[in-house]
DNA sequence: CCCGCGCTACGAAGATCTTCGTTGATTCTA
DNA sequence: TAGAATCAACGAAGATCTTCGTAGCGCGGG
């Protein structure tokens, strides 16, 4: 008997690069997505749809297949899936201490002044203790 | 002809369990890393023995032949690839912003009073345009 | 001296990822 | 309406990842 995904996988490289487009874009058909990433990446049509053919069966997408031309859509938000992958990057990586992450996100690539003000911001809410 | 690797790849996830028994114990035969992986991983004996053998020839890994059991040291420190880590994530799911990480990340998993306080204190440098 | 144990090396199998060619169906157009 | 364009589906190939069985070597104990 197969094991039924609980959760939605750790979308790839590949995969990742296709759920940008659709965050950004909204839903989408294989063809709006494979011209936004034959730019940058030069990947066939073909691929892409392959591609979105498999974040179906991984439940990474919804499928709309009213019209003939099926249209795919995230099925986590950006914002979600962002989190997932931080906190795999944490548990990998970082031993679960979020904070050194985020000491090193920011020694790493600097951020501009508003961004640095939000991050205080958000530094006065947690030690007021309040949740979020 | 083959390519020269310039830098060292991303590691996967295998390997990156693998260096960081590495970086917490210091230079490790097989032996040494099988005995702690095998708690919590199961996997056998050359199991671990043929991801270090690629991970040296990947250079994720430097080897010290001088012994019969060779002796296997990372080759980046845990700080740098951790920072290489970020930095792919950063660019792949997080469109380049640091900032947008690290509201994540602090959202996400509270951190103790101290490292906010350090995370306040580097703020303070950053915008006092310090290099870091 | 010889056997067995610990160790490396090798190779192969199975899984997943990424790619794309081809086929056949549907829709558009001249 | 016939041919061209568009599309989903499928399969297969090549790459990488992860696993482990087996072979072969050297060392140390009996």
Redesign the interface.
């Known amino acids: 008997m197969a094991e039924k995904r609980v959760s939605t996988p750790r979308p790839t490289?590949a995969e990742?690069?296709i759920l940008?487009v659709l965050w950004q874009r909204g839903p989408s058909t294989v063809r709006d997505v494979h011209q936004v990433l034959s730019r940058s990446h030069g990947s066939g049509y073909t691929t892409v749809l392959k591609l979105l053919q498999i974040m179906t069966e991984k439940r990474l997408v919804v499928r709309d297949e009213a019209q003939r031309a099926h249209v795919y859509a995230a099925r986590e938000s950006e914002?979600r899936?962002?989190?997932q992958?931080?906190?795999d990057?944490?548990d990998?990586?970082?031993?679960?201490?979020?904070?050194?992450?985020?000491?090193?996100?920011?020694?790493?690539?600097?951020?501009?002044?508003e961004?640095?003000r939000?991050?205080?911001a958000?530094?006065d809410q947690?030690?007021k203790g309040e949740a979020?």
């Open positions: 490289d990742l690069a940008r914002r899936t962002q989190r992958l931080l906190g990057l944490v990998r990586a970082f031993g679960g201490s979020s904070a050194k992450l985020v000491l090193h996100a920011l020694s790493e690539r600097p951020a501009s002044e961004e640095l939000g991050i205080r958000l530094l947690l030690e979020l």
